[in-house]
């Protein structure tokens, strides 16, 4: 390697307004977080989406089922993404897919016991990792780009 290239200096990214710079902060940052809440699940055989569900499935007052619709909006993810995902959590044995009584376009998904177990397992891990990615990052400033990012 060349000395030129040892001394390169790394560009800096510097948005008109504190308003974008806050949004970037925060996209990154929930980055940062996404990735190891990732590496936390992976022994569990989840993704952070799948957990997601699994999660707003089991915790629901609806008995462990939603409609797919609702629980796009709740973790939240496009529908035809929630397709795949609930797809590949039904094979897996963790949801099941049934149609509205009422309504026989609307399907709803329900968790199953598998499901549930496998939610409460992976949990544990998830709150731990969650736990440490936001100690690490309070002493980021993130505080003061999400404070910009609020209207007063």
Known sequence: MNSAASTHRVPRIQEPT??????????????????????????????????????????????GHLRQQF???????????????????????????????EDRRGVYTQITDKGRA??????????AALRSSLAEQREDGLRDAITTLLPD
């Open 118 to 127: 496998t939610v409460e397992e992976a949990r544990k891990s998830f709150v």
């Open 71 to 101: 629980l796009a909006e709740a973790i939240p993810i496009n529908q035809s993404s929630l397709s795949r995902l609930v797809g590949r959590l039904e094979r897996s044995g963790l949801t099941e897919r049934y149609h509205c009584a």
């Open 18 to 63: 504190d308003l974008e710079t806050g949004w970037r902060r925060l996209r990154l940052f929930e980055a940062r977080v996404r990735e190891r809440l990732e590496a936390a699940l992976e022994p569990h055989g989840l993704t952070c989406s799948e957990y997601a569900a699994l999660a707003a499935l089991h915790y629901s007052d609806d008995g």
